[in-house]
């Protein structure tokens, strides 16, 4: 009896051991799944709730916030991974060699192929408009510095004959045709003629000016300041004035 008593004792020692490693291996994965747990919470595990303010039970597994708001893709989001840009400029060398035979020997013969080709690209598409006749005497006067535009408001309204009807109005664009406020006019050469046109129309007819008038100067010799490098940039901003005004960008004056 007494030996079957020790043989008792001895397989519940063992059987009590056994239980003891078993719940020390589960005290081990709970305190790993805590951790596991707290790390993946959106708030950190050391701040506290306010008062008052009951957290709520949340069953299954609580989704990372920042994985979930970067699948979801929101604008501000995605402006955070937004690559960052500057504006660049590389001279095309066809263009930068044109220039600089022109430069050398500056003429405002338009068949000289530095001007022929901005003629064909920019200045001939921004002045053409539905009145093609009006629009070649304005070419011509811009090619000959003779053409002035001036403020509808500096101007007392002049009687309006019956011979002037294509000259426009306040309120009709003589280039287009179209009913436009026109806050402007301009007057060709010696005509006694004024020309009531849209602030668009404006706008395309002085970014053609601000280029005739730019390479007048480097012509006659008055650009000292710049380098031949300057000037070639300085001509591609003029250009890129066309372009945007013949493409129907324009600002207006207020």
Not at 3 to 17: G, I, S
Not at 68 to 82: E, F, H, N, T
Not at 84 to 97: F, P, R
Request: hydrophobic fraction near 35%; include cysteine.
């Amino acid at each position: 009896m007494v030996r079957e008593a020790n043989v008792k004792q001895a397989t519940a020692e063992k059987q009590l051991k056994e239980a003891q490693g078993k719940i020390d291996v589960l005290q081990a994965e709970v305190a790993a799944l805590k951790t596991l747990v707290l790390s993946s919470s959106p708030t950190s595990p050391t701040q506290e709730p306010l008062p008052g303010v009951k957290t709520p039970f949340k069953k299954g597994h609580s989704r990372n916030k920042s994985t979930s708001s970067a699948m979801s893709g929101s604008p501000q989001d995605l402006s955070v991974i937004q690559p960052i840009v500057k504006d660049c400029k590389e001279a095309d060398l066809s263009l930068y060699n044109e220039f600089r035979s022109w430069k050398d020997e500056p003429t405002m013969d338009r068949t000289c192929p530095f001007l022929d080709k901005i003629y064909q690209e920019d200045i001939f598409p921004c002045l053409t408009f539905s009145k093609s006749e009006l629009a070649s005497a304005v070419l011509e006067a811009v090619e000959n510095n003779t053409l002035s535009i001036e403020p509808v408001g500096l101007q007392p309204i002049r009687f309006v004959k019956a011979s002037a009807v294509e000259c426009g109005g306040p309120k009709k664009c003589a280039l287009t045709g179209q009913s436009k406020s026109c806050k402007h006019r301009i007057k060709l050469g010696d005509s006694s003629n004024y020309y009531y046109i849209s602030p668009f129309c404006r706008y395309r007819i002085t970014s053609v000016c601000n280029f005739f008038t730019y390479i007048r100067y480097i012509q006659q010799g008055l650009v000292k300041q710049q380098d031949v490098d300057q000037m070639f940039w300085e001509v591609m901003q003029l250009r890129k004035e066309m372009s945007l005004a013949k493409l129907g960008y324009f600002k207006e004056e207020l």
